[in-house]
């Protein structure tokens, strides 16, 4: 890609399950706290999204209302999730939305049609903005590209530039199956807040030692106090 692309705003895509039955692999160690941890994980990412600077718009779809609204006060639109349609789908309905042109007053159309457009996950508790940003300059420079979670198995991120589809594959072994479907694997050193996506106990100390965002840090806090480490 030329430098033009890798110069362009971004649209960042952000399904977000309903926090009542997020993080599921969390709950015997949070307890009635668990869709707390799920918000705040959604929080800090969300929020460290807004802070990279390639990054002009976020969409989040989601089929829960309370993260509809923290979406909207933090400036993003919003896609209403259909319940049980799965994490592809949703990511779908996301980009779909994100790349439907919007005519302006004096005809001409927005860019929502001709950006980039990348999807993350909601579970980056530790995620930085800087980092985020080396990820998408480096993914401008493919048609498709993604970068590989933590464990080596799973994706955090997916990205396409405009003219080119997404095509997600998330969930299982999708770095294989990203991989697979000729998207290019970001090999970008020094991101590990952007490739910690936390499922377990263990995920969210490893996101401690990077340092947690403020939202998911008074959670945790709360949480090691009341029942141990």
Same mark, same amino acid.
């Given at each position: #890609? ?9 649209? *960042?895509?952000?399904? *977000? ?25 959604? /929080? ?10 390639? *990054? ?16 909207? #006060?933090? &400036? ?8 049980? &349609? ?21 005809? @001409? ?34 048609? $498709? ?8 198995? &799973?994706?955090?991120? /997916? ?7 997404? %095509? ?18 970001? $090999?970008? /050193? &020094? ?12 995920? /969210? ?10 939202? @998911? ?8 106090? %009341?029942?141990?480490?």
């Amino acid at each position: #890609m030329n430098g033009r692309e890798a110069a362009a705003p971004w649209t *960042v895509v952000v399904p *977000v399950k309903p926090f009542a039955v997020g993080k599921s692999r969390l709950a015997a160690w949070a307890g009635a706290q668990r869709a707390a941890l799920a918000r705040s994980f959604y /929080l800090d990412t969300l929020d460290a999204i807004r802070g990279a600077a390639p *990054v002009a718009r976020v969409v989040v779809v989601t089929a829960d209302a309370e993260a509809a609204a923290l979406a909207r #006060m933090r &400036g993003a639109d919003v896609v209403r999730d259909r319940p049980l &349609g799965g994490l592809n789908a949703a990511v779908e309905r996301g980009v779909a939305y994100a790349r439907t042109p919007v005519s302006g007053f004096s005809g @001409t159309t927005s860019f929502s049609d001709t950006m980039p457009v990348a999807v993350l996950t909601a579970d980056l508790p530790a995620l930085r903005s800087a980092e985020l940003r080396r990820v998408l300059v480096e993914a401008s420079r493919h048609r $498709r590209a993604f970068l590989a979670d933590h464990t080596g198995r &799973g994706t955090t991120l /997916l990205a396409a530039v405009r003219g080119h589809a997404l %095509r997600p594959e998330f969930e299982g072994p999708s770095r294989r199956k990203h991989g697979l479907s000729g998207a290019v694997e970001v $090999r970008t /050193l &020094g991101v590990p807040s952007v490739r910690l996506d936390v499922d377990t106990v263990h995920d /969210l100390r490893r996101a401690e030692e990077l340092g947690l965002g403020p939202h @998911t840090a008074r959670i945790a806090r709360a949480l090691t106090q %009341r029942i141990g480490p």
